[in-house]
């Protein structure tokens, strides 16, 4: 008998609470909510996002992301990053469309293209 695919829920969250500190790399099929803190990068095949309360150092692969806290570190975003007002970042932004709410601060590069595939990887 072949081997089953497991089919992830897009509507499915895993979730990081807030005082919740994680030290390498993490990765997840699922959508995730972060709102702890993370030295390492991480990757998701879905929505990724990052609480007010978040912050990343390291770099993010996902599909869409919606960030309202602090990455410090190179972020790739397939298809839509939304920076909210309390949003702060210090590094590279690749992604094919971005919305900037007003307050948000970002300092460093943007690339944006259309041609984001998952072949990309997160350089360690």
């Known amino acids: 008998m072949g081997k089953k695919e497991q089919v992830v829920d897009p509507n499915s969250f895993n979730t990081i609470v807030n005082n919740t500190f994680i030290k390498g790399d993490f990765s997840t099929e699922s959508s995730i909510k972060f709102d702890g ?3 390492g990068n991480l990757i998701t095949k879905n929505k990724f996002v990052l609480g007010n309360v978040g912050e990343i150092i390291g770099e993010i692969k996902c599909k869409d992301a919606i960030i309202s806290g602090k990455i410090s570190g190179k972020i790739i975003v397939e298809d839509l990053l939304t920076l ?10 690749i992604t094919n469309k ?3 709410e007003p307050g948000a601060i970002f300092n460093g590069n943007c690339h944006m293209t259309d041609n984001i595939t998952n072949n990309q990887v997160i350089e360690k």
Do not use: D, F, H, N
């Open 98 to 100: 971005i919305a900037i």
């Open 37 to 39: 803190k993370l030295e």
């Open 84 to 93: 909210q007002s309390t949003a702060r970042i210090e590094g590279e932004i």
